[in-house]
């Protein structure tokens, strides 16, 4: 079992500048250092406006401390509103920042490959940053590319061919998840759940069926795009330079007013893939930065958090999150083998038969109600330093 890692927030008390300290015990977690390892050597060599920054790691006593760029606006996850999306203008502009962020990973010959809301988070300007290149492999070595076979991602958003079994190229791979992170921006919701020939909805659009949601949220020229980012066919596929000659990439919005909402299947965090050539699942350390909670809303702000597993298998996954507001800067929030959500209008997303741990943070001095329907777990003891000096401790429920 992977043990749940870290993440905290660190602040310079003369300058006031933060920083994110992300924690991994490689002596819990023995069989991810190489990852690790090469996770910090790709991140080293970025240096993009729209890429979360690595400024350095450090290794003492069996623990690796990573230091990253602190991005005070949360996850673009939480910027989309469950079957609405958000302004065509907004997605456009974040749409962007991505394939801005993207162009230049490729151009450095590296791929993501885990490209989704979750991974992209917002700084205190609203630029859209790239995160967690736990991920991202080199394709491309003193110009000369090579084939990937690694099927890794989140499988709504891993292009068809990651899926196929068969050696694919990185590139085309990134762009497709690009896409599908465009369709959660514009309709609020996913379009299936994995890009295979099992799944209706994919086949359907396959198919050119766009009656159905999230396409009939979308207006004619953003179809226009997804229909040509979203081609099953890699070598057909758009490239970055074509999307960004795209009309819909270049278009001059008028503010439109607030989307319509239409019943469907609200947007919702999904499970890591991880699996190598062999069929071998990995164990999976996931960086996130933080969980934005709503300032209008802080007093109830709920965390869906799911276990699932591929095939047989279960993945191991240990993903985690920072505050966001000051007050809570020294509480570290964690879980073991699960994804987080945050937002107390994001449904339950897990299957019949999965576990699940719904915590209900309701912040009335120090007092946190949790609720839960797993079998087994532990309590986890936090603890908070208010301004006036108080130590504020309080108990979490985690999955074991």
Same mark, same amino acid.
């Given at each position: 079992?992977?043990?749940s890692?870290?993440?905290?927030?660190?602040?310079?008390?003369?300058?006031?500048?933060?920083?994110?300290?992300?924690?991994?015990?490689?002596?819990?977690?023995?069989?991810?250092?190489?990852?690790?390892?090469?996770?910090?050597?790709?991140h080293?060599?970025?240096?993009?406006?729209?890429?979360?920054?690595?400024?350095?790691?450090?290794?003492?006593?069996?623990v690796?401390?990573i230091?990253?760029?602190?991005?005070?606006?949360?996850?673009?996850?939480?910027?989309?509103?469950?079957?609405?999306?958000?302004?065509?203008?907004?997605?456009?502009?974040?749409?962007?920042?991505?394939?801005?962020?993207?162009?230049?990973?490729?151009?450095?010959?590296?791929v993501?490959?885990?490209?989704?809301?979750?991974?992209?988070?917002?700084?205190?300007?609203?630029?859209?940053?790239?995160?967690d290149?736990?991920?991202?492999?080199?394709?491309?070595?003193?110009?000369?590319?090579?084939?990937?076979?690694?099927?890794?991602?989140?499988?709504?958003?891993?292009?068809?061919?990651?899926?196929?079994?068969?050696?694919?190229?990185?590139?085309?791979?990134?762009?497709?998840?690009?896409?599908?992170?465009?369709?959660a921006?514009?309709?609020?919701?996913?379009?299936?759940?994995?890009?295979?020939?099992?799944?209706?909805d994919?086949v359907?659009?396959?198919? #050119?069926?766009? /009656?159905? $949601?999230?396409? *009939?949220?979308?207006?004619?020229?953003?179809? =226009? !795009?997804?229909?040509?980012?979203?081609?099953?066919?890699?070598?057909?596929?758009?490239?970055?330079?074509?999307?960004?000659?795209?009309?819909?990439?270049?278009?001059?919005?008028?503010?439109?007013?607030?989307?319509?909402?239409?019943?469907?299947?609200?947007?919702?965090?999904?499970?890591?893939?991880?699996?190598?050539?062999?069929?071998?699942?990995?164990?999976?350390?996931?960086?996130?930065?933080?969980?934005? #909670?709503?300032? /209008?809303? $802080?007093?109830? *702000?709920?965390e869906?958090?799911?276990?699932? =597993? !591929?095939?047989?298998?279960?993945?191991?996954?240990?993903?985690?999150?920072?505050?966001?507001?000051?007050?809570?800067?020294?509480?570290?929030?964690?879980?073991?083998?699960?994804?987080?959500?945050?937002?107390?209008?994001?449904?339950?997303?897990s299957?019949?038969?999965?576990?699940?741990?719904?915590?209900?943070?309701?912040?009335?001095?120090?007092?946190?109600?949790?609720?839960?329907?797993?079998?087994?777990s532990?309590?986890?003891?936090?603890?908070?330093?208010?301004?006036?000096?108080?130590?504020?401790?309080?108990?979490?429920?985690?999955?074991?």
């Open positions: 079992m992977v043990s890692p870290r993440v905290k927030l660190l602040l310079n008390k003369v300058s006031g500048d933060a920083v994110a300290m992300k924690i991994v015990d490689l002596v819990k977690n023995a069989n991810v250092t190489t990852s690790i390892k090469k996770e910090i050597a790709i080293k060599k970025l240096n993009h406006p729209h890429i979360i920054k690595v400024y350095g790691n450090r290794k003492e006593q069996g690796e401390y230091f990253l760029e602190y991005a005070s606006g949360g996850e673009l996850f939480d910027r989309i509103e469950p079957d609405i999306g958000m302004k065509p203008q907004d997605a456009q502009k974040y749409f962007r920042h991505l394939i801005s962020g993207v162009e230049y990973l490729h151009s450095l010959g590296i993501h490959r885990d490209i989704k809301p979750e991974n992209l988070l917002l700084d205190e300007h609203d630029n859209l940053k790239i995160t290149f736990g991920m991202a492999t080199i394709f491309r070595m003193n110009g000369k590319d090579r084939m990937l076979d690694k099927q890794c991602g989140t499988l709504p958003y891993v292009a068809p061919e990651v899926l196929s079994g068969k050696q694919y190229h990185g590139e085309p791979a990134d762009i497709w998840s690009c896409g599908v992170v465009l369709v921006m514009l309709g609020g919701e996913l379009p299936w759940d994995s890009p295979t020939n099992h799944c209706e994919y359907s659009w396959k198919e #050119c069926g766009i /009656t159905k $949601q999230p396409w *009939c949220k979308i207006e004619n020229l953003a179809l =226009s !795009i997804l229909r040509r980012i979203l081609n099953h066919s890699p070598p057909r596929r758009y490239k970055v330079s074509e999307i960004k000659q795209h009309q819909w990439f270049t278009k001059q919005f008028k503010d439109q007013g607030t989307p319509v909402k239409l019943p469907g299947t609200p947007l919702k965090k999904k499970i890591k893939l991880n699996r190598d050539s062999t069929g071998r699942e990995e164990a999976i350390l996931a960086c996130s930065q933080p969980v934005h #909670c709503d300032r /209008t809303n $802080q007093n109830h *702000c709920d869906l958090q799911d276990r699932t =597993s !591929i095939g047989k298998k279960q993945v191991g996954l240990c993903s985690f999150s920072q505050p966001t507001n000051p007050e809570h800067m020294l509480l570290t929030s964690q879980c073991l083998g699960t994804q987080t959500q945050s937002g107390s209008n994001q449904p339950n997303f299957q019949s038969g999965r576990n699940r741990i719904r915590l209900k943070k309701c912040v009335y001095g120090s007092l946190v109600h949790i609720e839960t329907n797993a079998m087994e532990r309590v986890i003891v936090y603890s908070r330093v208010e301004k006036n000096g108080t130590v504020v401790t309080f108990r979490a429920l985690q999955l074991l």
